[in-house]
């Protein structure tokens, strides 16, 4: 996101008691430079390792340490709130993600955070063995499930201990970019709730496995459960796009939006039923849409016949005689022409590094899409987080690790990208059309 972008936004930057916490510092010069306005907030243990006469000094605005501090009138949380586009921890210890899932308010910044009335971003940082806790990724659970708070981190490498492992905080420029991508999607203190960067857009996200039956009881599948393609509709909509999600069997709920874009929902079972659901929303003409993103695990092959009955134990053959499902992302991209709609294809593999590279790139080319989200399945099949490469025809970006809401808001900055730099869209869609 452009400095112009972000020029006049409000970030409340709050500090709690980590030895990250001088990364903190480095996150508020990042911000400022871009024309950020930002309100420091410190708790009294993250004052013990970052000086808030730094902090001020960096911000050009007093520290804001407790609600009953002097120096501010009112109830200082309401206030902050008020003003906060985003309000971001950096860093969460684990005792402040315990007590943001609980909802407790008993400090400042926690206060803060549940009075909030845009994202909260929290970029943790422990020790290993204190995010591995049980406790700890129950918390992590609880927050990914309320869908009020977006993690950044934490990443994998060596903590101040001397232990490696997972707990060390994202360094400050991927926090500073994540920040920026959730004021891409926040409504301004003017805005009412209007507006958003997508607005005028109409994109179409497909998500979670399909299906594939053997007979009315047995079918063949995959581990996608849809959380990457559902952030992706969320995040689209709270910027304000008009977003049609069609979505294979998963348990997820329709993602619930407070900005003015809006998800309609299409509910499909298998590849033939993405398929369909998908060209109806694009038309034939790919006209319906100026996006489409693949970010479902679409099945390569269903069973040349399904029996309408179940096969017995002894009518099940060893084999399963197999057929090609067509390739949803292909005929698109072989049927669009002058670049219109802009197409995101997902690869997921098992391999990673420049082998990973090297798949996205054939699969760019084979498929004809303008960028290619790739991951190891085992960093993000079930996880609420992700950690991604972004793949486009003269670039290999590397993600650090993060949840899925903030890859989203990413992928959505590239594709404006495309829109801006690849091609003008042939028409504004109005919602009312």
Not at 1 to 27: D, F, H, N, P, Q
Not at 233 to 243: K, L, M, T
Request: net charge positive.
């Amino acid at each position: 996101m452009s400095a112009v972008a972000l020029a006049g936004r409000t970030v409340a930057l709050c500090v709690t008691g980590s030895i990250a916490a001088y990364k903190a510092v480095e996150v508020a010069r990042l911000l400022v430079k871009s024309g950020v306005h930002v309100i420091p907030v410190m708790t009294a243990s993250g004052a013990r390792f970052v000086g808030p006469v730094t902090l001020s000094g960096v911000c050009g605005h007093a520290v804001a340490k407790d609600m009953w501090d002097p120096a501010f009138a009112g109830e200082l949380h309401v206030h902050l709130a008020q003003r906060a586009d985003v309000v971001a921890i950096v860093p969460a210890t684990a005792d402040v993600l315990a007590r943001l899932a609980q909802g407790r308010a008993d400090d400042l910044v926690t206060a803060l955070a549940l009075c909030a009335r845009g994202p909260v971003l929290v970029a943790p940082a422990m020790h290993p063995r204190m995010w591995d806790h049980p406790a700890t990724r129950r918390n992590v659970a609880e927050l990914a499930a309320q869908r009020r708070v977006t993690l950044v981190g934490p990443e994998s490498g060596e903590v101040a201990s001397g232990d490696v492992g997972v707990g060390r905080m994202a360094e400050p420029s991927a926090v500073f970019e994540a920040i920026a991508a959730l004021l891409a999607g926040a409504p301004g203190p003017s805005s009412g709730g209007g507006g958003g960067d997508l607005s005028e857009r109409r994109v179409v996200v497909t998500a979670g496995p399909t299906l594939e039956d053997v007979d009315p009881v047995r079918f063949l599948g995959n581990r996608s459960t849809g959380k990457m393609g559902f952030a992706l509709a969320e995040r689209a909509a709270a910027r304000g796009a008009d977003v049609t999600l069609i979505a294979g069997p998963v348990t997820l709920r329709t993602p619930e939006v407070r900005a003015p874009g809006r998800v309609r929902r299409v509910d499909v079972r298998s590849a033939l039923d993405m398929r369909d659901a998908m060209w109806n929303a694009l038309g034939r003409d790919l006209s319906g849409a100026d996006a489409l993103v693949m970010a479902a695990a679409v099945a390569d092959h269903r069973p040349a016949d399904v029996s309408p009955t179940k096969l017995k134990k002894g009518d099940v053959r060893a084999t399963i005689e197999l057929v090609k499902n067509p390739d949803l992302l292909g005929e698109v991209g072989n049927a669009r022409s002058g670049g219109h709609p802009v197409l995101v294809g997902f690869a997921v593999e098992t391999a990673g590094g420049e082998e990973l590279v090297a798949y996205a790139r054939r699969k760019l080319a084979q498929k004809r899409v303008d960028l290619v989200v790739a991951n190891e399945a085992s960093a993000s099949f079930g996880r609420d987080d992700n950690r991604a490469v972004l793949v486009t025809h003269d670039a290999a970006e590397a993600l650090p690790a993060a949840s899925k809401a903030v890859v989203s808001d990413v992928v959505w900055d590239r594709v404006k990208q495309l829109w801006q730099s690849l091609r003008p869209c042939p028409r504004r869609l109005s919602r009312g059309s």
